[in-house]
């Protein structure tokens, strides 16, 4: 490791001199500017911007290849989350209307991402997203706190048959899944770029791994809170279908569950992890006694099978946040 001296100025500030053969490969020059970011553990690094930074990364996508509008769509998704920056789409021809909305659609679903460029047979995307402004812990906790509160909401407009409350929760389902593909696009960026990943408070390969695949399992949860909502408004009379109490305590079995594992993956904690994956056969019999109730109980098909997915939507829930507890085991094991 290379030693510097630390030399204050006439003006108070203090300077360390930088390694020549750093700053000449990254084309820097006097006067130009680096971000500087201080981890969690004090460690203090120095990132290319500006001039000295990597060139923006392009990808280029010919409509003649993706001739539909999930097509299209799914692969601007894909480019944004590799961590392309700028993603131009041609055609041979005109590009139809419907073909430039598909287009726009998608980049509104992507945190940044904007048209900057809109001619007869090309669509140009570019991407706004500094990944300095989102460090991967604190990202990943606005994810967790958005699905936990969608299905605490959930199960709340369920009890109280709110279905504006309902629908408000199903709303929020976007603003996961744009998350989420922020939370990828970061961690793609971060594998392929050293100093990044530094920067993000990633501390090796392993780390990367395993954050994505938590963020891909709390989007799964976002995606059965929703669902939850869905079927609290499939319900028709809440009279002719009461939830059992039965229900509520499955939504805390698995509400505790999700809580715990996301503890355990911001402290590494082993034995709390644990305990998590411990409880996932008592919320299995949970959802099977709470199916045999609604049977028993119901006298609306229709409304008894909503309630039933709701069940099964809780157990889900509490299974994936086991997911996320045996991911977080795989990550301590990485850092003993």
Known sequence: ??????????????????????????????????????????ILSLVPNGAGANPPKECFLSFEEYPTSSAIQRRVKACYMEGDDIITVTSKKTLPQEVKGDIKAAAGELIGMEVSEDFASRVVLRTLVDPMRFPVRELMKRIYVLASAMEQDSVQALRESDRELAGDVIAREREVDKLSRLMLRQLMIASNRVEIARALGIKDL????????????????????????????????????????????????????????????????????????????????????????????????????ALTRVSRDLRRIGIWAADVAESTLIRIDGNE
């Open 1 to 42: 490791m290379d030693s510097r001296k630390i030399q204050k100025s006439v003006s108070g500030s203090y300077i360390v001199t930088l390694p020549k053969e750093w700053v000449e490969k990254y084309g820097f020059g006097k006067g130009e500017r680096v971000g500087v970011v201080v981890n969690e553990e004090g």
């Open 206 to 305: 392993r780390s990367i791994v395993v954050a994505a695949m938590v963020a891909r399992t709390m989007n799964r949860i976002a995606w059965y809170a929703a669902d939850i909502a869905r079927q609290t408004l499939a319900i028709g009379d809440p009279k002719t279908c009461k939830p059992p109490e039965d229900l509520y305590r499955l939504s805390e079995a698995a509400r505790e569950m999700l809580e715990g594992a996301m503890a355990a993956y911001f402290t590494e904690d082993f034995q709390m992890a644990n305990g998590v994956i411990d409880r996932m056969e008592e919320i299995r019999e949970m959802d099977t006694r709470i199916e045999e109730q609604v049977i028993r109980g119901s006298r609306d098909p229709g409304s008894a099978i």
